[in-house]
């Protein structure tokens, strides 16, 4: 089994910024792409960032281009989430995933793995 640890989240002021983390462990598995999604009170669970894991290659939601950047260290098993220019409609419980899919998707249903999420919220 695999194992994915979410830390990082909190409370902030529009236009702050936070920086989640994601550590995975457990038993080996050939992901091809790991992914941060979020999920506010009442709403589906939506896309956020993508990042390949091989490659580095990312791809982010339109709502987060510009101000999220997704990021990951091989040697430790780790895929971040740096949040900047921060808004209340980013409050969410933040989830990172790992998926075995190729190519990479945006897509919930295409990933193997999910940790147990971070919650992250913005006042205005």
């Known amino acids: 089994q695999v194992q994915l640890v979410e830390s990082g989240g909190g409370l902030v002021q529009a236009g702050g910024s936070l920086r989640l983390s994601c550590a995975a462990s457990g038993r080996t598995f050939s992901r091809s792409a790991m992914g941060w999604f979020r999920q506010a009170p009442g709403k589906e669970r939506e896309f956020v960032a993508v990042?390949?894991?091989?490659?580095?290659?990312?791809y982010y939601a339109d709502s987060v281009r510009g101000r999220f950047t997704i990021s990951r260290v091989i040697a430790n098993n780790t895929v971040y989430l740096q949040m900047n220019s921060l808004k209340p409609e980013d409050t969410a419980l933040y989830y990172c995933?790992?998926?075995?899919?190729?190519?990479?998707?945006?897509?919930?249903?295409?990933?193997?793995?999910w940790g147990q999420g971070t919650q992250v919220t913005v006042s205005s």
């Open positions: 990042v390949s894991w091989s490659s580095g290659i990312t």
């Open positions: 995933a790992a998926s075995g899919a190729v190519p990479i998707t945006t897509r919930p249903t295409r990933y193997d793995y």
